[in-house]
């Protein structure tokens, strides 16, 4: 079964930068796509980033120039940088990995942004 952890979140003040990893148990090219997704208290969880087995990406909007999403096959990781972070995007953060309708999930890690 594959497993997914990831490792990266804490505490950031506003305007600065975070990178989360996300460390798979098996080839990250086995999925057909990756991504990280978050869950702000009192909200649904949402996608933040996307990466597609063929190597596109793609954004949530309130994220869009801020975040960039990337990967290393070599490790199994798929990473998201975060800059330029602001108070709404508190939360716990998710990576997820899909093969055709089978889906996985990490266990989250929490970002926080606060002064």
């Known amino acids: 079964q594959v497993q997914l952890v990831e490792s990266g979140g804490g505490l950031v003040q506003p305007g600065g930068s975070l990178r989360l990893s996300c460390s798979a148990s098996?080839?990250?090219?086995?999925?057909?796509?990756m991504g990280w997704y978050r869950q702000a208290p009192g909200k649904e969880r949402e996608l933040v980033a996307l990466?597609?087995?063929?190597?596109?990406?793609d954004y949530a909007d309130s994220v869009w120039g801020r975040f960039t999403i990337s990967r290393d096959g070599a490790k199994n990781t798929v990473d998201l940088q975060m800059n330029n972070l602001k108070s709404e995007d508190t939360a716990v953060y998710y990576c997820?990995?899909?093969?055709?309708?089978?889906?996985?999930w990490g266990q989250g890690i929490r970002v926080t942004v606060a002064s």
């Open positions: 997820r990995a899909r093969v055709l309708s089978r889906t996985t």
């Open positions: 098996e080839n990250i090219f086995f999925f057909n796509d």
């Open positions: 990466i597609q087995l063929n190597g596109m990406s």
